[in-house]
T-cell receptor
């Protein structure tokens, strides 16, 4: 069966430090992958999505970037964190052409 | 611009009372709409999709294109329905989804 993993579960980082959040999917091939941010009062904001290795679409201009070095691996990065980057980050996948997205457990990021 | 609006941050109802979670959208294309739910300490998961026109856990949602709404309804709320509910719009022909800000439903005993 398919599963999605995210780590770390929680992270506290100082302003100006780098960031790397990882998401991996098991049990499927060539999934569509997504990064969302869930901020208080703002719902789920789509940050990036990917339809294949090395193919990244950015939805919101910001301090973050994403990469997909392998078929089932999706990484969210930042070179220098801002206070406004704090939030709950969710990774999701879906089978290409299907409608349902499957979400990971999320990472709570606090930038201090 | 495409937008999904959930006007209520919090909705409290008593057990056995009817529930309606509101969702309005703004989109010029053909909308594909969903309701996702997140129970306490669980992952966000799909509840239902407008095209399937099914009832899941007693919930239904009808797409009203005239009013650009996709409200979620249940005739008799149960305590286990307490959760965070998100309405989502998939832009036709794309991989993109737009989510609303969510409504927290509390069902009181």
């Amino acid at each position: 069966s398919q599963t999605i993993h995210q780590w770390p579960a929680t992270l506290v980082q100082p302003v100006g430090s780098p960031l790397s959040l990882e998401c991996t999917v098991e049990g499927t091939s060539n999934p569509n992958l997504y990064w969302y941010r869930q901020a208080a009062g703002r719902g789920l904001q789509l940050l990036f999505y990917s339809v294949g290795i090395g193919q990244i679409s950015s939805e919101v201009p910001q301090n973050l970037s994403a990469s997909r070095p392998q078929d089932r691996q999706f990484i969210l990065s930042s070179k220098k964190l801002l206070l406004s980057d704090s939030g709950f980050y969710l990774c999701a996948w879906r089978t290409s052409g299907a409608y349902e997205q499957y979400f990971g457990p999320g990472t709570r990021l606090t930038v201090t | 611009a495409q937008r999904v609006t959930q006007p209520e941050k919090l909705l409290s109802v008593f057990k056995g009372a009817p529930v309606e979670l509101k969702c309005n959208y703004s989109y010029s294309g053909s909308p594909e709409l969903f309701w996702y739910v997140q129970y306490s300490r669980q992952r966000l998961q799909l509840l239902l999709r407008h095209i399937s026109r099914e009832s899941i856990k007693g919930f239904t949602a009808d797409l009203n294109k005239g009013e650009t709404s996709f409200h979620l309804k249940k005739p008799f709320a149960q305590e286990e329905d307490s959760a965070m509910y998100y309405c989502a719009l998939q832009l036709s022909g794309t991989y993109k989804y737009i989510f609303g800000t969510g409504t927290r439903l509390k069902v009181l005993a």
